[in-house]
């Protein structure tokens, strides 16, 4: 069949496509592996929403958990086997993308307890842990990009562990998670690893700007705010990019870095399903395409680029003036962007913390009930 047209040609601009989702369903079912082979999907990002959603859906766990209840497994450890072993699986079904792309691709991200969040020194523990148990060289370890998460992400790399930092909304927030990472980077390369085997990307969320943005917007109501609704969350990518070129295309203290080996950390579009019906489905993929980059789809955005995605090569280089400009007007209307972030991240580590609570709690219930 081979691959989808679209996708092909995004992937030839430069942006790495990466299904934002994983289940036992999908690996076992060989759909995985077609998405692989049709679609151009060279990794996989997941989350505790995830995770929640695959184990509450199907049989495909049944099995596991009843084996698990049996040896007196508790909740903290199942949840652990569960989610680890169906990591371990999609490095497997991605591994000839890992070594065809010498490491930048072939990547699957697993999360941190997101009830860690503020937690630096648990959050190194946890990352060492599942970087172990994981043991798969394809294996990104997900830590979110909080005050407590730079020092965590500093040392996880300094450690010569690749990580994917999530829940990033400010171009502020990036370069500090741009200065974390080339911390470690220098760590790692006194204690004498080889900088080469170490990956990172650095997840820039996208659609939620808008939704937050747009919604203050339409609370001011000016002809001047309302114009700038759908505008926010691209531009903040394209500054985030911006940023990423600055250090990464010119700084001495990168170039030190790269001399010793050391690879990028790139760019990856999440959150990139649009949420406003108004908007084109593929707005967040089409707009956002450069160099370097990756962009983590849910199934629904990958089918509709597959569809009808228009790749017209580099959307963003040279945009940056004009990205300015739109944060300009929106901090003109009266928008308070420091406000907008914060609410963003906070929101975002109580949404993974409320679905990683449930997870535990249905998960809790089933060994109860095979216990029984």
């Not at 730079?150 to 996880?156: F, H």
């Not at 070129?245 to 790269?258: D, H, M, P, T, Y």
């Not at 399903?273 to 629904?300: I, Q, S």
């Not at 959307?315 to 400009?325: D, H, K, L, N, R």
């Amino acid at each position: 069949m081979g691959q989808n047209a679209h996708l092909a040609e995004l992937s030839k601009a430069g942006v790495s496509v990466w299904l934002d989702d994983l289940s036992r369903d999908r690996i076992e079912s060989g759909n995985l592996a077609e998405l692989v082979a049709t679609r151009s999907v060279v990794g996989v990002t997941t989350n505790p929403t995830i995770f929640a959603g695959a184990m509450s859906k199907g049989h495909a766990y049944d099995a596991q958990i009843r084996e698990l209840a049996g040896r007196g497994a508790d909740v903290t450890d199942a949840v652990k086997v569960l989610t680890t072993d169906d990591v371990r699986a999609a490095c497997d079904v991605l591994a000839p993308q890992f070594q065809s792309s010498a490491g930048v691709d072939g990547r699957v991200s697993i999360e941190v307890d997101p009830r860690l969040a503020h937690e630096t020194d648990d959050t190194i523990a946890q990352a060492v842990d599942l970087w172990k148990i994981v043991d798969r060289p394809n294996l990104l370890i997900k830590i979110p990009g909080t005050k407590a998460g730079l020092p965590a992400i500093a040392k996880a790399i300094g450690e010569g562990i690749s990580v994917n930092v999530t829940l990033i909304f400010s171009v502020d927030r990036h370069r500090e998670v741009i200065d974390a990472y080339l911390t470690g980077l220098e760590t790692a390369k006194a204690a004498g690893h080889d900088l080469s085997t170490i990956f990172s990307v650095a997840s820039f969320f996208v659609s939620r700007v808008d939704t937050e943005i747009d919604a203050r917007l339409e609370k001011i109501g000016t002809p001047e705010a309302l114009e700038l609704r759908g505008k926010a969350g691209v531009a903040n990518a394209r500054l985030a990019y911006a940023a990423y070129q600055e250090v990464f295309e010119g700084s001495a203290r990168w170039a030190a870095l790269a001399e010793a080996g050391a690879n990028v950390q790139r760019p990856l579009w999440a959150s990139t399903g649009v949420k406003n019906p108004d908007y084109p489905d593929t707005l967040y993929v089409t707009e956002l395409v450069a160099a370097n980059t990756v962009n983590t789809m849910p199934e629904k955005t990958i089918e509709a680029v597959a569809d009808h995605g228009e790749i017209a090569g580099d959307t963003i280089v040279g945009t940056a003036a004009a990205s300015q400009q739109v944060f300009d007007r929106l901090a003109a209307v009266g928008v308070d962007l420091a406000d907008v972030f914060q609410v963003l991240e906070d929101e975002g580590v109580d949404k993974f913390e409320k679905s990683w609570s449930e997870l535990l709690e249905a998960l809790d219930g089933e060994l109860s009930a095979n216990r029984g």
